[in-house]
């Protein structure tokens, strides 16, 4: 087990629910069984505050905190092209991450890509929100 990634997983400032939340999305991963849930506060095409819950493991916790911490103050739209950076990152495409999203290349590395619906879960529950 990497200690990067546990490190990252604990860190867990939004892992909570958010009651006023404007915006809400919630999948499970049919191969693995983790769930997430994501609530977002959204003002003005803003995310302004974002909680996360669910049942997953230490990637999937890991991602989801990178995803939290990048997502505050954001726009939509800079989320929702986050969200198709990861994917092409599985894809083949190792360089976009490091260009465009430094903080999540902690997460983003070769060697995790075996764990990939795990990492890209919370990306797609997000998507489902900001692609609106």
């Given at each position: 087990?990497?200690?990067?990634?546990?490190?990252?997983?604990?860190?867990?400032?939004?892992?909570?629910?958010?009651?006023?939340?404007?915006?809400?999305?919630?999948?499970?991963?049919?191969?693995?069984?983790?769930?997430?849930?994501?609530?977002?506060?959204?003002?003005?095409?803003?995310?302004?505050?974002?909680g996360?819950?669910?049942?997953?493991?230490?990637?999937?916790?890991?991602?989801?905190?990178?995803?939290?911490?990048?997502s505050?103050?954001?726009?939509?739209?800079?989320i929702?092209?986050?969200?198709?950076?990861?994917?092409?990152?599985?894809?083949?495409?190792?360089?976009?991450?490091?260009?465009?999203?430094?903080?999540?290349?902690?997460?983003?590395?070769?060697?995790?890509?075996?764990?990939?619906?795990?990492?890209?879960?919370?990306?797609?529950?997000?998507?489902?929100?900001?692609?609106?």
């Open positions: 087990m990497d200690l990067e990634i546990l490190k990252i997983a604990s860190e867990d400032d939004n892992y909570k629910y958010l009651k006023n939340y404007t915006h809400h999305s919630k999948l499970k991963n049919s191969l693995c069984g983790d769930e997430i849930q994501i609530n977002l506060i959204i003002k003005e095409d803003k995310i302004t505050d974002i996360y819950q669910g049942k997953s493991c230490i990637y999937c916790k890991a991602s989801a905190s990178l995803l939290s911490k990048i505050i103050n954001k726009k939509k739209n800079k929702n092209e986050l969200c198709d950076d990861a994917k092409l990152f599985f894809e083949g495409n190792n360089a976009i991450i490091q260009k465009k999203w430094k903080l999540m290349s902690k997460l983003f590395k070769s060697k995790n890509k075996a764990r990939k619906q795990c990492i890209l879960l919370p990306f797609k529950t997000i998507k489902k929100i900001v692609s609106k």
